[in-house]
């Protein structure tokens, strides 16, 4: 048993997903998120940027003491996940794995479909994961205004759909019947989504799969919180200001988070203020 926290992170308010789902699935567990604001968003980034911004936001998780990391950010996941296993001692789940099990024993057709950050979907990941099993046929799309739309705090406008008329198209056309969400954002925007590919597609969503990896990791490893745990969530942000982290927050997935602590990745633990 061990009752020190999950250490989560995303490149901003996607991860929250992550975060939410873990806390349903492991009501117990304490957890400490942080969202690199202040170099969001990842997609676009060059590899190695994401790479130096998520390891320094993984120093900081190790350094407040949890006792597992979660990449929840697809690109990150993609760009730093081994560096992150070499590097820390503790356990380090990503996002991608567990969504790309799920597809393939999902798909009824071969046909899959993953959609996600440019970054993301430029470094081929998901594509070369899933075409390992030569009876898939994989269709990657980016979709980067999809996040911008979500750290907006819009998620239902008559715009978000014509954007996912227009991603979704290829997908359509390809006949997919499994579309893998590989960002951590799109989770918000599931209802267009769903609404555009219709319903005899399913829709495999990196949150609740990242979940139940966190939780056989935590079995496997023992490290489970104790019966008589009384969970803690802190909710860090690296930017300027934690109001707009609090006020999407708040928008997207209600009053679960109250507070949001300003840090300086590199000045570890040190709050710059609390909104």
Do not use: W
Request: glycine content about 10%; overall charge negative.
């Amino acid at each position: 048993m061990n009752d020190a926290p999950i250490g989560i992170f995303d490149s901003g308010v996607g991860g929250l997903t992550v975060a939410r789902a873990v806390s349903q699935l492991l009501p117990r567990e304490s957890i400490v998120y942080i969202g690199d604001t202040a170099h969001s968003p990842y997609g676009p980034k060059p590899i190695a940027d994401v790479r130096r911004y998520g390891l320094d936001v993984l120093d900081t998780l190790v350094a407040e003491g949890v006792k597992m990391l979660v990449i929840a950010c697809n690109t990150a996941s993609a760009a730093l996940l081994r560096d992150a296993r070499e590097r820390y001692e503790v356990p380090v789940v990503e996002v991608i794995g567990p969504a790309v099990r799920t597809a393939i024993s999902t798909t009824r057709s071969g046909r899959v479909g993953v959609i996600g950050t440019e970054g993301t979907i430029s470094s081929g990941v998901y594509q070369d994961m899933l075409e390992v099993n030569p009876q898939l046929t994989v269709t990657a799309r980016a979709c980067p205004r999809f996040v911008d739309f979500v750290e907006a705090g819009v998620t239902g406008s008559s715009e978000v759909l014509a954007v996912a008329e227009e991603y979704l198209a290829p997908l359509r056309h390809a006949g997919v019947d499994t579309l893998v969400l590989g960002c951590t954002h799109y989770p918000f925007l599931e209802g267009a989504i769903s609404y555009v590919m219709g319903p005899d597609v399913s829709l495999v969503s990196s949150d609740t799969e990242t979940a139940k990896d966190v939780y056989h990791q935590l079995v496997s490893r023992d490290l489970l919180a104790g019966p008589d745990a009384v969970p803690t969530h802190v909710y860090e942000a690296t930017g300027d200001s934690a109001d707009e982290f609090l006020r999407l927050a708040d928008r997207l997935i209600g009053r679960g988070v109250s507070s949001v602590r300003l840090v300086h990745t590199g000045a570890i633990g040190i709050p710059k203020g609390i909104a």
